[in-house]
C-alpha cells in the first residue's frame, strides 16, 4: 500500500508538473499602464522632475533670512611672555599673563537679501519653469512609449493573424504533397512535379517559421519596453478587429493638429521654455540695480588670562552689532551685458524649437493621416482580391484533384491567395493603428 501511494502521488506530481502553464495575456491598456509604472526611461524623467522641485524650494527659502552659529576654541602657547597688558580677544584687555592660555569665542549672526533688483523672486518663478518644463518632458516620454507600445501591440497582431494563414498554407501545401506522391504511384504525375510539391511545403515550412520568429521578436521589443525579464511565457490579447474598424471615419488633419497644440506636451515645453527665456532677459537687466543686504550679530568670548569666571566673561564681553551694506555696480567686466545677450539668444534658440516642434507635429500627423487613407483604400480593394484568389484557388485545387490542371497553375494559384490574404491582414491592422494614433494625438487618450 505504501509503495501504490508513492506510485500515485509521483504520478501526480508529474501530471501536475507536466500540465502547460497558460501564458498571461496582456491587453494594450495593461501594457500602457505596467510600462508607464516600471519603464526606467521615464522613471529617469520623473526623479529629473523630482530634482527640479527641490530647485524650487531651495529658492523660495532664499527669500527668508539666514541665521548661523559659530564658535572657535582655541589653545595658545606662549613660552617667553613679556610682563605687561595683553589684548587677547574681544579687544579686551587682560593682564594676567600665562605660558599657556585658553580663547573661546562665540557667535550668533544672520543676513538678508532686503532687495537686489527682484532678482530672488524671478529665481523662484525660473525654478518654477524649469520644473514645470521637466514634468512635460516626462509627458512627452510617456507619450513617445505608448505610441511604441501600440505599434508593436498591432504588428503582434498581424504576426499573429499571418501565422494563421501560413499555417493553413502549410497544411494545404502538405495535401498536395501526399496527392501528389499518390498521382505518381499510379503515373499520373511525374517525379519532376512531385519535387515541385515538395519544394513548395518546404518554402511554406520556412515562412511560418520565419513569421513565428518574427512573432517573438515583437513580443522581445515589447517586453523590453514594459522592462519584463523573467523567462516566463508572454502573450497579448487579441481584441475583436472588425471591418468597421477599419472601414471607420479618419479625422482630417487640420482637426488633430489644432487639438494637438494644445495638448501635446512638447508643444507646451517649447512655449514654456520661451516664457522661461525672457524671464532670464529680465534677470539678467536686473543685475545692473543696486542690492541691499540687512546683518545682524550677536558674540562674546572667554579666556583663561582673565581672572573672571566664564560666566561673568560671558556678560562682560557680549556684544550686539547691526548693519546695512548697499552694493551698487559700476563696472562688471561686460559680465551684465553679456547675461543680456545670451538670454535674448537663448530665447530666439527656444522660438526656433517651437516652430521645429509644430512642424514635426504636423508632418507626423499628416504621415498617420496619409498612411491610414492609403492603407483602408488598400483594405478594400483586398478585400476583393482575396475574395477572388480563393474562389480561383478553390476551383484550382478542384482541377488539380481531377488532374485538369498542372502543378505550376495551381501554386501560382496558392501564392495569389497568400499574397492576398497577407495584404488584406496588413492593410486592415495598419488602418487601425493609424486611426487610433489621430484619435491619440487628437484626445490624448490611446485605446
Not at 94 to 113: E, P
Not at 180 to 203: C, H, I, N, P, Y
Not at 241 to 256: E, K
Request: proline share 2%.
Amino acid at each position: 500500500m505504501n509503495k501504490s501511494f508513492v506510485a500515485a502521488a509521483l504520478a501526480l506530481t508529474f501530471l501536475g508538473a507536466s500540465q502547460p502553464i497558460e501564458a498571461k495575456q496582456w491587453s494594450l491598456q495593461e501594457c500602457i499602464d505596467y510600462a508607464l509604472k516600471n519603464n526606467i526611461t521615464l522613471q529617469k524623467t520623473r526623479i529629473q522632475h523630482l530634482s527640479a522641485l527641490e530647485d524650487v524650494k531651495e529658492s523660495q527659502a532664499a527669500l527668508l533670512p539666514s541665521l548661523s552659529a559659530s564658535t572657535s576654541q582655541n589653545l595658545t602657547y606662549n613660552p617667553w611672555p613679556e610682563t605687561g597688558s595683553y589684548v587677547i580677544a574681544g579687544d579686551k584687555v587682560q593682564t594676567n599673563v600665562k605660558k599657556m592660555y585658553y580663547n573661546g569665542t562665540y557667535a550668533l549672526s544672520g543676513s538678508w537679501t532686503v532687495w537686489n533688483g527682484g532678482r530672488n523672486r524671478d529665481q523662484v518663478k525660473a525654478n518654477q519653469y524649469t520644473a514645470a518644463q521637466a514634468e512635460l518632458d516626462s509627458a512627452t516620454t510617456a507619450n513617445n512609449i505608448q505610441e511604441q507600445i501600440a505599434q508593436l501591440y498591432v504588428q503582434i497582431l498581424y504576426s499573429q493573424e499571418a501565422i494563421k494563414v501560413y499555417q493553413q498554407t502549410l497544411e494545404t501545401s502538405k495535401k498536395n504533397e501526399e496527392r501528389g506522391q499518390e498521382f505518381v504511384k499510379v503515373g499520373s504525375m511525374s517525379k519532376a512535379d512531385l519535387a515541385q510539391l515538395t519544394a513548395q511545403r518546404a518554402q511554406d515550412e520556412y515562412s511560418l517559421v520565419s513569421a513565428e520568429s518574427s512573432l517573438k521578436d515583437y513580443k522581445r521589443q515589447l517586453k523590453k519596453l514594459l522592462q519584463i525579464t523573467d523567462q516566463e511565457e508572454f502573450d497579448v490579447v487579441v481584441p475583436e478587429t472588425t471591418d468597421a474598424m477599419a472601414l471607420q471615419s479618419i479625422p482630417g488633419v487640420a482637426a488633430v493638429y489644432d487639438s494637438a497644440l494644445n495638448i501635446r506636451p512638447e508643444i507646451q515645453n517649447a512655449m514654456l521654455g520661451i516664457k522661461s527665456s525672457a524671464l532670464q532677459i529680465k534677470m539678467a537687466k536686473e543685475m545692473k540695480l543696486p542690492t541691499i543686504s540687512a546683518n545682524v550679530g550677536l558674540s562674546t568670548n572667554t579666556t583663561s588670562m582673565s581672572s573672571n569666571a566664564w560666566g561673568t566673561q560671558l556678560k562682560n564681553n557680549f556684544g550686539i552689532g547691526a548693519g546695512v551694506t548697499i552694493s551698487v555696480p559700476i563696472f562688471d567686466n561686460r559680465q551684465t551685458k553679456t547675461a543680456v545677450n545670451k538670454a535674448i539668444l537663448s530665447k530666439q534658440s527656444y522660438e526656433l524649437d517651437l516652430r521645429d516642434q509644430q512642424t514635426t507635429l504636423y508632418s507626423t500627423i499628416e504621415n498617420y493621416w496619409l498612411q491610414a487613407v492609403n492603407n483602408q483604400a488598400q483594405y478594400k480593394s483586398a478585400k476583393v482580391s482575396t475574395q477572388s484568389a480563393q474562389a480561383s484557388y478553390d476551383l484550382l485545387s478542384e482541377q488539380f484533384k481531377q488532374n485538369l490542371k498542372n502543378i505550376i497553375e495551381l501554386m501560382n494559384g496558392k501564392d495569389a491567395l497568400i499574397k492576398a490574404q497577407q495584404a488584406e491582414l496588413q492593410a486592415k491592422y495598419l488602418t487601425i493603428l493609424n486611426v487610433n494614433m489621430l484619435k491619440f494625438y487628437e484626445s490624448g487618450t490611446l485605446k
